[in-house]
């Protein structure tokens, strides 16, 4: 009997002041290593450029997040994911590192609407500061008790990621902070 792999929340959508949509099984691999090192086998496995501290570069069909100083999350096919986590340990023989497939230990949500109410429904619910955080810049943070990472793909649509477990949470969170109403003031 084969398993079938399923999102956290089966695609979950939530519409207020923005919509939050819970995106479904998404690749995502962790790679730990001297990201100087690793820089060339990222790029030839990914096709992406190590991206600068807190920031996300793209590739053919990855992205290449910045983590922390020994840290990068790679954004990927959920397919893809396993052969990229296989590449990189290939790649990185004889140096210190770990790739590993995360996919199915994470949930990715989009949310999406006008840039200011975007701000608004995240400030209320993480510490980092939203206002500041530019496109393309990965923060790192809290979603109110769990752990979280956010970013903004675009002026309209912000990405933020937790761990699976507590993907209702997380959701719940969103949407009741987007309910209408609810704006604090980033318009």
């Known amino acids: ?33 001297d990201l100087g090192e690793a820089a060339r086998a990222v790029a030839r496995v990914t096709g992406a450029e190590m991206p600068a501290r807190r920031r996300i570069s793209t590739g053919k069909d990855c992205a ?5 100083p020994d840290e990068v999350l790679i954004l990927c096919d959920a ?4 052969k990229i986590a296989f590449d990189l340990s290939e790649a990185l023989t004889g140096q210190h590192h770990l790739a590993l497939d995360i996919s199915d230990a994470r949930a990715m949500f989009s949310v999406t609407g006008a840039a200011g109410a975007i701000r608004d429904v995240l400030a209320k619910i993480t510490p980092a500061d939203i206002g500041a ?3 393309g810049e990965m923060r790192r943070t809290r979603v109110q008790q769990v ?3 956010i970013w903004f793909q675009s002026e309209g649509e912000a990405r933020v990621i937790c761990f699976r477990s507590v993907a ?3 959701f719940d969170l969103m949407a009741m902070s987007a309910r209408e109403g609810g704006a604090v003031g980033y318009h």
Do not use: C, H, N, P
Request: hydrophobic letters at 55%; aromatic letters at 4%; glycine letters at 12%.
């Open 64 to 68: 290449v997040a910045w983590m922390s």
């Open 1 to 33: 009997m084969s398993e079938i792999a399923v999102s956290a929340l089966q695609g979950a959508e939530a519409r207020g002041l923005v919509t939050i949509r819970e995106m479904g099984r998404q690749g995502m691999v962790s790679l730990r290593a």
């Open 147 to 149: 752990a979280g990472a």
């Open 133 to 135: 955080l530019a496109v």
């Open 168 to 170: 209702r949470y997380v």
């Open 79 to 82: 397919d893809q994911a396993g």
